[in-house]
């Protein structure tokens, strides 16, 4: 199976309202990729934006690697990272107790996305998620693409970023082990 991201595809005037954008060119045109590759073994076909393969944290900087480090990133603008704080020495994020804030993108590099934390002060990260909203972003502005097939990174939110050695994310099943 696969999937096409259309996150960053809006049409805020839709009658339908955004998630059935009138103009079906480019979710059309990333569906043909997922075909050729999947249902017609073209592996060659990228057919997916970058996914995060693992989270550390070290002090205020959390690193999400995508791809395994294989990604080759291209970022549109700080916007779009957010991380949990609680006060509670927790490993999962719990929205009523927990608090989400905004972790701006501080440096890219190749396949690594470094975001800041300090929003959090000294209560403990315990989770990450990207583009987490309705209409994250406008036309083809989302934060993060990969470079070389233009495709968006897809949305996501995970707990526990570097404390147990275990990242889970949530987005089509995505559960990393970090090395």
């Known amino acids: 199976t696969f999937m096409a991201v259309a996150m960053d595809l809006p049409d805020y005037s839709s009658p339908f309202g955004t998630i059935h954008p009138r103009f079906k060119q480019d979710v ?8 050729l590759n999947v249902v017609y073994g073209q592996r060659d076909v990228t057919f997916q934006g970058p996914f995060p ?4 944290l070290h ?14 990133l291209d970022k549109n603008n700080n916007h779009g990272f957010e991380v949990c704080c609680s006060s509670a020495s927790t490993t999962t994020c719990d929205d009523h107790r927990d608090q989400w804030v905004a972790a701006p993108i501080t440096a ?5 996305v470094h975001i800041n934390t300090a929003a959090c002060g000294s209560r ?14 406008e036309y083809k502005q989302c934060a993060l693409y990969d470079q070389d097939s233009g495709l ?18 949530t987005h089509t099943g995505w559960s990393s082990t970090r090395t």
């Open 152 to 169: 968006p990174a897809p949305p996501y939110s995970g707990s526990d970023p570097g404390r147990t050695g275990r990242t889970a994310c």
């Open 53 to 56: 393969s693992s989270i550390t």
């Open 28 to 35: 059309a045109e990333r569906l043909v990729l997922g075909a």
């Open 108 to 112: 890219t590099q190749a396949s690594l």
């Open 59 to 72: 002090g205020h900087d959390l690193t999400i690697d995508y791809d395994n480090g294989t990604a080759n």
């Open 124 to 137: 403990h990260v315990v989770g990450v998620r990207y583009e987490w909203r309705t209409s994250p972003c």
